[in-house]
């Protein structure tokens, strides 16, 4: 938007070329016509000096400017006319339509084409002569073409500019698609890491603690041992993670990945690792037809079981630790349960991503998860986790 105070410099432009422009032609004695009520040259020169300084706001004030404009140009017949005073009204015309008001942009083509049908007919009825279709089409030039010069303009304006907002629109989207993707990217490598390493790292540290801390020989040799065994089944599952990032490979999950039937082995590492916790597992497979599910639904369901034995080997109390597959229908259960209560000796510290990790794993995969203390009936609780996962590949999300 300019303010009629500071035109635009191309407006100063066009109305300095245009009253230069029809002074030269007052000078030279070109006119339009001949036989006017004021017929001295001189008062050619006052709508011209008029139509000049509208062009300072023709896009400010373009419709006032069109307004005074059309009174300017008849004045203008009233005497010898000038060429440049028409032109300037054409251009002023022209910029009612491409700067005005989207409605002006609609009535203006409208009411300019009226006017040049009715002046064709009304001077046709009165000279009656073909000649008379002459000053049909100077109207129409002078009013009509420049209007719909406008209309196609700013059509192409409008067009540009809603291209330009398209574009924005979309990069931003982009951009947000982007962000979730390298956010569900994050998510995804932070929970690979926990679930690879936890369960290690868990037991390292349950069993270093006890092998400081119990002042036998034989103890602390079979701590040591399974400390040796989790350091390197951590490393290698460290290595094979990094190995898949430098690589720049797409799917953390590849076909080495363990599935359910990984079980017995994750089974008997976690009795290995929590035999000195006082903590038995076991593994109860009630499938009709435990044959192969679907990748992202087997790889979920492994490392369900295998956060839930981790946080099994964290907190629970002496006793049991059940572990139960099901299928009903197109639904795979998974439930992990333990004791609930104190226990001696020592414990790994933990921080929730476990469970938050596999409530985003069956989130993805479209289940139902649940976590936390049960009632057993006999005044105890035990700790039960819980996953439902549908088994269709049409239900998955991942």
């Not at 635009?8 to 422009?21: E, P, Q, T, Y």
């Not at 010069?149 to 700013?154: L, M, N």
């Not at 304006?157 to 982007?178: C, V, W, Y």
Request: proline share 6%.
């Amino acid at each position: 938007m300019f303010s009629p105070a500071r035109p635009h410099r191309h407006d100063v432009l066009i109305a300095v070329i245009g009253l230069l422009g029809g002074a030269v032609l007052s000078l030279l004695g070109l006119h339009m016509q001949n036989g006017r009520p004021f017929d001295a040259p001189w008062f050619a020169l006052l709508p011209l000096a008029v139509m000049s300084a509208l062009e300072l706001v023709r896009r400010s004030a373009p419709q006032t400017a069109l307004v005074i404009g059309t009174l300017a140009l008849i004045a203008d017949q009233f005497t010898r006319g000038n060429l440049a005073t028409v032109l300037m009204f054409t251009d002023l015309m022209y910029a009612a339509v491409l700067y005005g008001t989207p409605a002006a942009a609609r009535r203006i083509p409208v009411t300019t084409f009226l006017i040049t049908v009715a002046v064709t007919i009304g001077f046709l009825a009165w000279f009656r002569d073909p000649e008379a279709l002459l000053i049909g089409i100077v109207t129409g030039l002078v009013s009509f073409v420049p209007a719909l010069t406008g209309v196609s303009v700013r059509n192409h304006r409008d067009a540009a500019e809603t291209a330009r907002l398209r574009a924005d629109q979309t990069a931003l989207l982009a951009e947000m698609d982007r962000a979730q993707a390298v956010t569900a990217e994050r998510a995804r490598m932070a929970r690979e890491l926990h679930d690879m390493v936890a369960n290690h790292l868990s037991a390292i540290a349950i069993h270093s603690t006890a092998a400081l801390s119990i002042d036998d020989p034989s103890t602390s040799r079979d701590a040591l041992g399974v400390i040796r065994e989790n350091s390197v089944d951590g490393l290698a599952e460290m290595r094979r993670l990094i190995g898949l990032l430098r690589t720049g490979a797409a799917d953390l999950e590849p076909s080495s990945s363990p599935t359910l039937g990984s079980l017995d082995a994750l089974i008997e590492q976690h009795r290995t690792n929590a035999a000195s916790s006082g903590l038995t597992c076991t593994l109860d497979d009630t499938r009709a037809e435990p044959g192969r599910l679907p990748a992202p639904v087997e790889m979920a369901a492994y490392r369900i079981v295998q956060e839930s034995l981790t946080n099994a080997l964290k907190h629970a109390a002496p006793g049991p630790v059940a572990v139960r597959l099901g299928q009903s229908g197109e639904h795979l259960t998974v439930e992990v349960s333990s004791a609930v209560g104190d226990r001696p000796g020592p414990r790994a510290p933990g921080s929730g991503a476990g469970l938050v990790g596999m409530r985003e794993r069956v989130a993805l995969l479209g289940g139902r998860f649940e976590a936390g203390p049960v009632p057993t009936g006999n005044g105890t609780r035990t700790w039960r986790v819980r996953a439902e996962l549908p088994v269709g590949e049409g239900d998955t999300k991942a």
